[in-house]
């Protein structure tokens, strides 16, 4: 299940499957990973009833997680510049949220192209937050080269007349053509990494089912242990309207997640059958991007190709 759902983070890196894949590190005890799943899924958390309940676990773990690593807030002078910690990648200036590390000394980095490069050492212990600030120089402007050899005479290897070509050099080989391409396997990673991404869609909107039938049980323990009931109970018609509409929630989300799971078998049987399937000769490869769309009421798939 981990493995499925880093896949499907580097597909679509959306707040459910950071929650899905957050919740997963944390019961792995990787922190330092749960900080940062979960960190990015609060950021994005969407404005959906259906979810909010959802939160309070989100906000839970991460806070235990942050308790046992530290944190980097890390600021470069040139926007694009790429960070690194340790000498990975953890993305570009300005980082969207901190950067979460195992307590001790680490090497904070900035690179760009045009700049020379800047680092940092810096230490942060367990549960603490450290800021790093780096600033970046322009690169020096290097000499241009002579545009031509100069040979005896103060001549050029060019030649007098202005850029001819030298007599009695042979002439430049001619690249061959490039071969046609063949059958193009992006569909069948895509319908795979969508497969992935509707099997994270259905094991949240599970999670959240689950939750609103548990609230629904609760409801309809207390209206029975007051001694009252929903079909003849004016007193209670209230508490039963809220019962109803828990368990219509319920309804709602667990066929959200029976629809997640029942695209993710499509996808992922799409996925097989291109990759079976025979090439003609006549057939010309195509560009095809498949892209999950989750929805409150189910799960999208949004199709782009060319013809």
């Known amino acids: 299940m981990e493995a499925e759902l880093e896949s499907a983070w580097e597909l679509n890196p959306t707040f459910d499957v950071a929650y899905n894949l957050g919740n997963t590190k944390y019961q792995l005890k990787k922190h330092k990973e749960a900080a940062t799943y979960l960190s990015f899924a609060l950021r994005h958390w969407p404005l959906l009833k259906g979810v909010a309940k959802l939160k309070p676990n989100a906000e839970k773990w991460l806070a235990e997680s942050r308790a046992q690593v530290g944190a980097l807030k890390v600021s470069v002078t040139v926007a694009g510049a790429e960070v690194l910690v340790d000498g990975k990648g953890v993305g570009r200036a300005p980082l969207e949220g901190e950067v979460f590390v195992d307590p001790g000394e680490h090497r904070v980095e900035a690179k760009h192209l045009d700049y020379e490069p800047a680092s940092q050492m810096v230490g942060v212990a367990k549960g603490a937050t450290a800021e790093v600030k780096l600033a970046i120089t322009p690169v020096k402007a290097e000499p241009q080269a002579s545009a031509g050899v100069k040979t005896e005479g103060d001549g050029s290897a060019a030649g007098a007349t202005g850029g001819g070509p030298v007599v009695g050099q042979p002439p430049a080989p001619v690249a061959p053509p490039p071969p046609l391409p063949g059958k193009s396997w992006v569909p069948a990673i895509a319908l795979g990494a969508a497969s992935v991404v509707g099997l994270g869609v259905g094991i949240g909107t599970t999670v959240a089912s689950n939750n609103a039938n548990s609230e629904a049980r609760a409801q309809k323990d207390q ?81 782009v190709s060319t013809w």
């Open 223 to 303: 209206i029975f242990v007051a001694g009252g009931g929903c079909l003849a109970s004016p007193s209670f018609a209230e508490r039963c309207a809220e019962l109803h509409r828990s368990g219509e929630r319920a309804g709602l989300l667990g066929d959200v997640a029976l629809g997640s799971y029942i695209a993710s078998g499509v996808l992922a049987a799409a996925a097989v059958t291109y990759a079976v399937w025979p090439v003609t000769s006549g057939e010309k490869s195509r560009a095809l991007l498949v892209l999950p769309a989750p929805r409150v009421d189910g799960l999208g798939v949004v199709m």
